[in-house]
Every structure is written in C-alpha cells, then in structure tokens.
C-alpha cells in the first residue's frame, strides 16, 4: 500500500519559516503537489511539482514566498515557507498521482489519487 509521510509542520512567528517534507514509500510518483485547508475553509491548492521535465507551479498567494522543490535521491518533495502569515494557518496535504497532469488540471485536488495525512501549520506571535 503506497503511503506518503508528511514531516515538518508545527507552530512559527509572523515572518518565519518552515519547511514541510513528504516522502512516498519506496516509489516516485511524476506529479506533487500541496493543498492546504484552514479551519471552516475548503481545500486550496497552494504548490505542484512535475518530476520529470521538472516543472513548479504555485497559488498566487504564496508565489515568491514558498518554494516546492525535490530530492531525486530521497524520493522526496519539499515545501520551503517563508516570510509568513497568519492566513497561511491551516493542516498542509501532500498529494501525489503516477501521471504528469497537465498544467490546467494541477490545481484540481481531484486529479490527485495518493494523499499523506496532513501537518499542521500555525502562524501566530
């Protein structure tokens, strides 16, 4: 049974940071992505990887401030949040599928068939 483990979240200051891992078990999957949801809010797309070409996309909410990124060796993909706000508060799902979805459709959580179990990020002084 193919799992994602999600790693890193917890609690940051205004204008901090956090990196956020999710690693798949033993496979590489061509498409990544994070979606967030915050309390009594529907699940956001916030940032996708496509694994090879390597492509990233992301939410305008967070372009310039949050970097998704992997390691080809760890199998691993990574979500460096910087410069943080508290409307950033929410629990963080990595998700993943075996197919190179096409740009239009990253944003779908749909499109997603293997999801990790969610970390919580809170962003509060």
């Known amino acids: 049974q193919v799992q994602l483990e999600e790693s890193g979240g917890g609690l940051v200051q205004p204008g901090g940071s956090l990196r956020l891992s999710c690693a798949a078990s033993?496979?590489?999957?061509?498409?990544y992505a994070w979606f967030r949801q915050a309390p009594g809010k529907e699940r956001e797309f916030v940032a996708a990887?496509?694994?090879?070409?390597?492509?990233?996309h992301y939410a305008d909410s967070v372009k310039g401030r949050f970097t998704i990124s992997k390691d080809n060796a760890k199998r691993a993909v990574y979500l460096n949040m910087n410069n943080m706000k508290p409307e950033d508060t929410a629990v963080y799902y990595c998700?993943?599928?075996?197919?190179?979805?096409?740009?239009?459709?990253?944003?779908?959580?749909?499109?997603?068939?293997?999801w990790g179990q969610g970390a919580q990020v809170t962003v509060s002084s």
């Open positions: 998700a993943a599928d075996s197919r190179h979805i096409i740009v239009s459709q990253l944003r779908v959580d749909r499109e997603y068939e293997y």
């Open positions: 033993g496979r590489t999957f061509r498409t």
């Open positions: 990887l496509r694994w090879s070409p390597s492509s990233t």
